[in-house]
């Protein structure tokens, strides 16, 4: 299942399929992506992150993409399970600075069993 | 051992009371922050200290006063509640603010749910 992020806050993902949430950021100095998880009740919990010298890096069943070229950013998980469930946010910092991190709206991950 | 803790995690309060928010982190971390949930889960950063130092300061009203006792307090001061308020609440602590890589990693508590009626 993919989303376009901004546009499509809700995804919903047959339980074992890979899910592709997506986000399109706004500053083309950002240079430091972050990708949170946010559980109902729960404050948003650090996933993965990639700086703009790479433009893909894998976690533990995760994968983040990032396309400078047309500011965006994926966040790939593979074998999605119920746990999964969530709210995703991705997140933009210009490195280097004391600049606060941007937080996208985010995209609500839900699983169907 | 609660990494980022929020007192209390509910609140509901008249207009026109004054509450506070506590948040405390055990992570040896130099800077904390505060953001505001809206009930469309958009997040937004309110203040950011850095070892009891005010860095950022978003455009928040002056009804919202932070403390930062010592670095691993970050208190949130709300007088005169009005309706829009209403919102949750998030502390975050990270053990860098400028170095654009996981140290920058923001740990956040679980939220102060505040309503005001």
């Known amino acids: 299942g993919e989303s376009v992020g901004l546009h499509l806050p809700t995804l919903s993902v047959q339980e074992g399929d890979n899910s592709i949430i997506n986000c399109a950021y706004s500053n083309s100095a950002s240079d430091y992506f972050i990708w949170y998880k946010q559980e109902s009740g729960k404050g948003p919990q650090f996933i993965i992150d990639?700086?703009?010298?790479?433009d893909k890096r894998q976690g533990q069943r995760v994968t983040v993409l990032l396309n400078k070229t047309v500011k965006h950013l994926s966040l790939q998980i593979a074998a999605t399970q119920p746990g999964d469930s969530a709210v995703y946010f991705c997140a933009e910092k210009v490195h280097s600075s004391a600049s606060k991190i941007i937080f996208g709206s985010g995209t609500r991950l839900s699983i169907r069993p | 051992d609660t990494a980022v803790s929020q007192t209390p995690k509910y609140l509901v309060t008249q207009m026109g009371n004054d509450k506070s928010i506590k948040c405390e982190q055990n992570?040896?971390?130099?800077?904390m922050y505060w953001y505001k949930q809206d009930s469309k889960k958009f997040l937004k950063i309110m203040f950011s200290?850095?070892?009891?130092?005010?860095?950022i300061n978003e455009t928040v009203p002056n009804r919202f006063s932070p403390k930062s006792p010592d670095k691993a307090h970050l208190n949130l001061h709300i007088n005169s509640l009005e309706l829009g308020d209403s919102a949750v609440y998030f502390c975050a602590s990270s053990q860098d603010l400028t170095s654009g890589g996981i140290t920058d990693t923001q740990y956040f508590g679980p939220g102060t749910r505040l309503t005001v009626l």
């Open positions: 200290y850095n070892n009891k130092e005010l860095i």
């Open positions: 992570l040896g971390h130099d800077t």
């Open positions: 990639i700086r703009s010298n790479m």
